[in-house]
């Protein structure tokens, strides 16, 4: 865990790629992608089985250890709207019901689409553009229009790290002046190394250890970045 000062907030940036801030006993995460490995074996890829069901699962571990009693989800939910014959959304109805107390705010991303019904069924409250939540900004994707300081997903940051001949792609945290973008939490997505977004600090995660890279590291550049089509 990394704590870090935002908008005059503590929040604590934790290895399984989500946010905790205790004022809110809220947790917060981006980019979940739930269903996507169904969509793709849909499509006749072959992905492994029970992605959703370990990603469900992982939520419920950082609930459990953090205490949160609101979830804040910042975009991509779900990975597409679904489609007849997906049992994925049933698994989400089963994990909801049994979160009753459970406050779920999402500020819709790009792939939140056509969900209306399925939100209301899941007790989710939709955010069309943002939530402003005790001076922070919480939005799906940042832009470099200013205001509040704040929190987004999108853009699955992520760092390479190089030791000799190895290269590791990690999941990071991007952190600029009073803005933080969120790695994907979603484990079945891809990693952008470069962005525009204006990081001073990038915070790999590496298992359960996160770590600040030096002030001099260097992103690879977005042509040689693979997933840049994940988001």
Known sequence: MKVIRLGGHSLQLLPDRAVFWP?????LLADAHLGKDQVFRGAGVAVPAGVLATDLARI???LTNTGAERLIVLGDWVHAPPQGGDDWPAQISAWRASHPHLAIDLVLGNH???LDAWLAGWNIRAHSVALDLDGLCLVHEWTDAGGLPGLSGHLH???????RRERVRLPAFLLGDEHLVLPAFGRFTGLMTATDFPARCRIAIAGERLHELPAGYQPLKPSTSRGKTAR
């Open 23 to 27: 004022r809110q006993k809220a947790l």
């Open 112 to 114: 939140d689409r056509a």
């Open 157 to 163: 940051p992520g760092a390479v790290i190089r030791h």
């Open 60 to 62: 419920d571990a950082l």
